[in-house]
């Protein structure tokens, strides 16, 4: 039976979620779908990403930022949420933080809204149902930039 040892190449893509010296980019999930968390969570760790908090609306979202910043790398941003929508979060983000990268998550049908978070910072978007391979590529694209 073959082992890895004699595919000595095949593991050693560096995972989407490490930056070069090795150390992961942290992630703030903010989503009040427990369910679209989990799975944000699962696709980014899958890849090193290292998901540092998380939130359930909008409010909760810009105080755990605020919290964390600097050490935060990438907020995803849920934009239909309870107490603050994710619209109004992105701004209060990038009000405090200009360099903020902010990817949003829509349902289909919300264009003009993703539009909108695009105009006033947003980095990205990304639609639901989530697509393993489109969160990553559109999140590691963001981080690139």
């Known amino acids: 039976m073959k082992t890895t040892s004699d595919f000595p190449t095949i593991n050693e893509r560096t995972p989407d979620g490490k930056r070069e010296d090795g150390a992961p980019y942290r992630v703030l999930v903010v989503d009040d779908s427990m369910f679209v968390t989990k799975q944000i969570g699962q696709i980014l760790t ?5 998901v540092v908090a998380t939130a359930t609306d909008g409010l909760e979202g810009v105080e755990k930022y605020k919290e964390l910043y600097p050490n935060v790398d990438l907020v995803t941003m849920d934009i239909t949420m309870p107490r603050m929508d994710g619209v109004s979060a992105l701004e209060k983000i990038v009000e405090f933080d200009k360099e903020a990268r902010v990817v949003m998550i829509s349902a289909l049908g919300k264009q003009d809204l993703v539009k909108k978070s695009l105009m006033l910072g947003a980095r990205n978007y990304i639609v639901k149902p989530l697509d393993r391979k489109k ?3 559109r999140v590691v694209s963001v981080l690139k930039s």
């Not at 899958?46 to 290292?50: A, I, L, M, R, V």
Request: charged residues 40%; aromatic residues 12%; hydrophobic residues 40%.
């Open 46 to 50: 899958s890849e090193g990403f290292d």
């Open 135 to 137: 969160v990553l590529e």
